[in-house]
Every structure is written in structure tokens, then in C-alpha cells.
């Protein structure tokens, strides 16, 4: 497949993690009650947290910024872009697991579309640190 392909895909899901991530950790940060998204504080019993105001910023800047920051160097063919891309598509799925074992809760719309998110990204990523050389990738 052309690799033009995979960046295009990469793209477009970082643009989704990122915006959706920067959305949700912005609510979170300004209601740490989670009452806008209808969260319930109790779905944070036997975790570390009190309210939502440390995940929602764990979201905006890890999920969010980072993946906007990947998405940008993406966009520019920066050296390292593969390389962002698969930490971006591990920083998610690290993010999904932990909420899981923290909040012992699987919303499975949710977390099976932005599991498949994080293993494309992983997967594409790969792939295109194989297809491009260092010679290919602008600077």
C-alpha cells in the first residue's frame, strides 16, 4: 500500500484523539464533578482520585496536546514522526487500560473505539517507520 495511505489514516485519527481528548479533558478540568458528562464521582471509589480534575488534565495534555503535537510533526514528515505516532497509539492505550483497572468500568462503545484507535496507531506507525528511510523524510 502506499504510504501516503497510512499517514492520511494516522491523520485523521490523531486529529479525532486529539480534539475529543482536549474537549473531554476541558470539561473535566472546569467540572472536576464530572456532572456535564455525567460521570458519576463514585465511578472513582478505590482509585486515587477525589474528583476528575487530575484525569481531566492527564487527558487534555497527554491524549490531547500530544496527539496534535504527533499530528503536526506527522503533517510536517519530521524525522521522528513514526516514532511519535507509535508512543501517541501506546500513551492511549495505557490511558484506556489504567481507567479500566482504576474505575473497574468498561463502556464499550468507548473503549473498543479508541482501543482499535490506539492499536492502528501502533500498528501504522511501524509500518511506516519500515517504509521510510531517512533520506525520504524531510527535516
Do not use: C, D
Amino acid at each position: 500500500m502506499n504510504v501516503n495511505f497510512f499517514r492520511i489514516i494516522v491523520i485523521v485519527l490523531l486529529y479525532i484523539n486529539g480534539i475529543t481528548a482536549i474537549g473531554g479533558g476541558l470539561i473535566l478540568i472546569i467540572e472536576p464533578k464530572g456532572s456535564i458528562l455525567q460521570l458519576s464521582v463514585n465511578l472513582l471509589n478505590g482509585s486515587p482520585f477525589q474528583n476528575y480534575l487530575i484525569p481531566g488534565i492527564i487527558l487534555f495534555f497527554f491524549n490531547g496536546m500530544l496527539s496534535l503535537l504527533t499530528l503536526f510533526y506527522t503533517v510536517k514528515k519530521k524525522t521522528f514522526y513514526p516514532y511519535m505516532i507509535i508512543m501517541q497509539g501506546m500513551v492511549l492505550f495505557t490511558w484506556l487500560s489504567t481507567q479500566i483497572i482504576l474505575l473497574k468500568y468498561f463502556f464499550a462503545s468507548l473503549h473498543i473505539t479508541y482501543f482499535s484507535i490506539s492499536l492502528i496507531l501502533i500498528t501504522f506507525g511501524i509500518i511506516l517507520l519500515k517504509k521510510y528511510s531517512i533520506k525520504e523524510i524531510k527535516i
